[in-house]
């Protein structure tokens, strides 16, 4: 992967890239709120640091393990991280998704390995670059583009309940083509 990634190999080598395992449990519901909340806490941990030397390099990966009955990964951190990039996006905080053994190409069709295991990247976002893989959100790529954490509470005007944050990320979409 760092051959795709030129700030993993750097974020490695300094120990500034962490995991943190969970395992699904319960309802397809119930295991994507608690995505929700591992991926907002892993951003509220990293919004102090990336202001630090070598902050930019610090990612935090939530990683899904285990099977809900009816549900692949793929479903169960869509909803999450598309609620995460919106609420955090625009104080700089890039969230990614990965499905376990998927294979993927980039842009110029390099073929990207397969991931190991289900997981959501969170680190801080690279302006200059980041906004390139939001190209299917021009608002949200705007928004990154500028970002600056001026330490309000994202929080402040959403609801608290799971499926309420779900309904309110829906007005985030893009329009269908």
């Known amino acids: ?13 300094r120990g500034l890239t962490t995991w943190t395992v969970y ?3 319960g309802n397809a519901d119930a295991v994507e709120a608690e995505l929700f909340h591992a991926g907002a806490q892993a ?8 202001h630090r030397p070598h902050g930019f390099l610090r990612c935090e990966n939530v990683v899904i393990l ?4 009816g549900a692949r990964h793929r479903d169960l951190l869509a909803w999450p991280h598309w609620a995460l990039k919106n609420l ?6 890039m969230f990614g998704k990965f499905h376990a053994g ?7 069709g390099e073929h990207i390995p397969a991931a190991p295991v289900s997981f959501l990247p969170v680190r801080a976002a690279i302006r200059r670059r980041d906004p390139q893989f939001l190209h299917a959100t021009p608002e949200l790529a705007a928004a990154l583009a500028l970002a ?8 402040e005007h959403i609801p608290d309940d799971w499926t309420e944050i779900r309904t309110w990320t829906k007005r985030f979409l893009p329009p269908v083509k």
């Open 1 to 13: 992967m760092t051959a795709h990634c030129p700030y993993l190999s750097p974020s490695v080598e």
């Open 23 to 25: 395992r699904a449990e």
């Open 43 to 50: 951003a509220e941990w990293l919004r102090p640091l990336i």
């Open 66 to 69: 285990g099977e809900v009955p």
């Open 88 to 93: 955090y996006g625009p104080v700089g905080i």
């Open 102 to 108: 998927e294979e993927e190409n980039t842009r110029a």
């Open 148 to 155: 600056d954490d001026d330490g309000h509470d994202v929080f």
